[in-house]
């Protein structure tokens, strides 16, 4: 039990690192960033959660690693984004990609489109890669999780943006 209770203290001193990539509209600023916008939620008509940025808000901070721009097979203009939370609020990166005006590729919830790739299970294009926590007196609990099938189908889908 000691090791399930040292993971939860990591988390409750946001001392976890949480890596995630994600596909989102358009051609997001490539440039590493923090985006620290503090988010509320409410419930919806239908009784979903949804969280929205509200200045009386809980903080929350979402690090904008990579991005590489492509283009959709329909010429749309997407960006494959490598994010690492700060915080865990809830659909954070939706709320917080959504509010600069790129939703996930998927993300009708959050305004983003359907995504209709050929043959593929339509979804949210979001995956958490990477979790790890240090176990003190033992090795750091590094899991990292490859991008699964469907989204790396979807993925191969698009072709590199040319910058020239």
Do not use: N
């Not at 090791?3 to 409750?12: C, D, I, S, T, V």
């Not at 959504?98 to 294009?125: C, I, K, M, N």
């Amino acid at each position: 039990y000691r090791g399930f209770y040292a993971a939860l203290l990591q988390f409750a001193a946001r001392r976890v690192l949480k890596e995630y990539v994600c596909l989102c509209e358009g051609h997001l600023d490539p440039a590493p960033r923090l985006v620290s916008l503090p988010l509320s939620s409410s419930l919806t008509g239908d009784g979903r959660k949804k969280s929205y940025v509200d200045a009386r808000g809980k903080p929350a901070r979402t690090e904008i690693r990579a991005v590489f721009h492509l283009l959709s097979p329909g010429g749309r203009a997407l960006s494959f984004v490598k994010l690492r939370l700060h915080t865990g609020r809830l659909h954070q990166i939706r709320c917080h990609l959504s509010s600069e005006g790129h939703p996930l590729v998927g993300d009708e919830f959050y305004g983003g489109q359907e995504w209709h790739a050929a043959g593929q299970t339509p979804r949210v294009f979001l995956h958490a890669c990477r979790l790890q926590i240090d176990m003190r007196d033992q090795l750091p609990l590094d899991a990292q999780l490859p991008l699964p099938a469907d989204l790396r189908s979807a993925l191969l889908l698009t072709t590199p943006w040319d910058t020239r």
